[in-house]
């Protein structure tokens, strides 16, 4: 018999569980949370998600808890006795059919969703089409050509950079070239494996371009990023247009200032983009005076095409750029990937 301190020990460790469970939960909510939806769908994916989440904390603390109450209520004691049960008709007929009615509930609730997304016979008329192919280890793309067929001629590729339009439906025939892949963009709430042989459709909708949201995580970073780049290329301007080399000194060291300015203010608004969940590009630094063309602009906001499925060992490398624009934003891209 475990001595009576090791029971305590033991038990109250078991009480350590529950405790940090649900200790974890409070403290990642809202901080390593989700992120943020930009499909036409992922409220609906998101409510299902939270539903479930919501059973399994109740059954989590239930079980947990009563997991410590009987370590602790039934620990070894002087003079106590184990007694044996074995089978209990009544209580294992309540413990399987609790969760069969949640699981059943959970069938019919996510069926309408699970159909909106994934069945093909209830997919909306399709704005823009698109192939993605996975291998190992990129995402390929392909578009429709200026005859809008797909699977012609003047079809156009491109490879880990996706750019769609905004609200527009956008229907994705995927295929995989050699092993299990699996497309997943998080800030759809979509995820389908992509199967070598097979064909699978699935869709999406965005409601807001990647800039919009850009520009809503950078915010007054943002804002004081564009003013000290104003000043940047004011001073850049005067120094270009001045003849007298005399007085090119001064210009030159007021720009270099600005431009130092603008990184500043650029990487603190690249921050507030992270904060979102996104993925960015190492910034330009603006070196004076080696931009000459126009004020250049802020990188990105761009969304992650993710690879779910452990495909093999360059399976880390599986990344692609999802760019939400305006068609005619998207069109010029297209032009420029012939
Ligand atoms: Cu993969």
Redesign the pocket.
């Known amino acids: 018999m475990a001595s009576r301190r090791d029971s305590m020990i033991w038990g109250l460790l078991f009480m350590l569980v529950p405790i940090f469970g649900v200790g974890a939960f409070v403290f990642s909510y809202g901080r390593w949370w989700l992120p943020p939806n930009l499909g036409s769908y992922g409220d609906k994916v998101d409510n299902l998600f939270y539903v479930i989440l919501w059973i399994t904390a109740v059954a989590f603390v239930i079980t947990e808890g009563a997991l410590f109450f009987f370590l602790l209520r039934y620990r070894g004691q002087e003079g106590k006795k184990a007694q044996y049960s074995h089978s209990n008709r009544p209580l294992e007929i309540v413990w399987t059919i609790i969760p069969g009615v949640i699981l059943i509930f959970i069938a019919f609730a996510q069926k309408s969703t699970w159909d909106h997304i994934k069945d093909p016979s209830s997919f909306p008329e399709a704005d823009f089409q698109v192939g993605v192919l996975?291998?190992?280890?990129e995402w390929s793309f392909q578009f429709p050509g200026d005859d809008g067929q797909m699977g012609t001629d003047d079809d156009i590729y491109s490879s880990n950079n996706l750019h769609v339009p905004v609200n527009s439906n956008v229907v994705v025939s995927l295929e995989?070239l050699d092993?299990?892949?699996?497309f997943f963009l998080p800030h759809f709430r979509l995820k389908q494996d992509?199967v070598p042989g097979m064909t699978i459709p699935v869709w999406f909708k965005a409601t807001r371009t990647t800039r919009s949201l850009w520009e809503e995580g950078a915010g007054e970073e943002l804002s004081s990023w564009q003013a000290a780049e104003d000043i940047y290329h004011d001073a850049w301007k005067k120094w270009n247009d001045e003849k007298d080399t005399a007085a090119k000194g001064p210009l030159k060291s007021a720009a270099e200032d600005a431009s130092r300015a603008a990184v500043a203010a650029f990487e603190a608004a690249s921050e507030g983009a992270h904060l979102l969940g996104a993925l960015t590009f190492p910034p330009k630094r603006p070196e004076f005076p080696r931009i000459k063309e126009g004020p250049w602009r802020p990188r990105e906001y761009r969304v992650e095409i993710a690879?779910?499925?452990?495909?093999?060992l360059g399976?880390y490398r599986?990344r692609g750029m999802l760019i939400i624009e305006s068609a005619a934003d998207v069109s010029k891209w297209l032009e420029t990937q012939k």
Not at 134 to 137: E, K, L, T
Not at 179 to 182: D, E, K, N
């Open positions: 996975g291998r190992q280890f995989s092993v299990l892949h699996s992509a690879c779910a499925e452990l495909c093999g399976h599986m």
